[in-house]
C-alpha cells in the first residue's frame, strides 16, 4: 500500500497554493516527495517532505 500525504502543494500555473492529496515517492537521494494534481487546472503538482 502506498504511503500518501494530504496538505498544500503550490500550483505554478494558477500561482496559488491548493488543498489536495498526493502520493508519497522516495527519490535516489532518499528524499520524500509528494505528487498529486491540481482540482483547478489538472497541473502536476509536487512537494519536497525531507528525509525519509
Not at 3 to 30: A, H, I, L, M, N
Request: one cysteine or more; charged letters at 35%; glycine letters at 12%.
Amino acid at each position: 500500500m502506498a504511503e500518501t500525504w494530504t496538505g498544500e502543494f503550490y500550483c505554478v500555473k494558477c500561482k496559488d497554493k491548493r488543498e489536495t492529496s498526493g502520493e508519497v515517492q522516495v527519490s535516489e537521494k532518499g528524499t520524500r516527495m509528494a505528487k498529486g494534481v491540481c482540482p483547478e487546472c489538472g497541473t502536476k503538482l509536487n512537494r519536497i517532505l525531507g528525509k525519509a
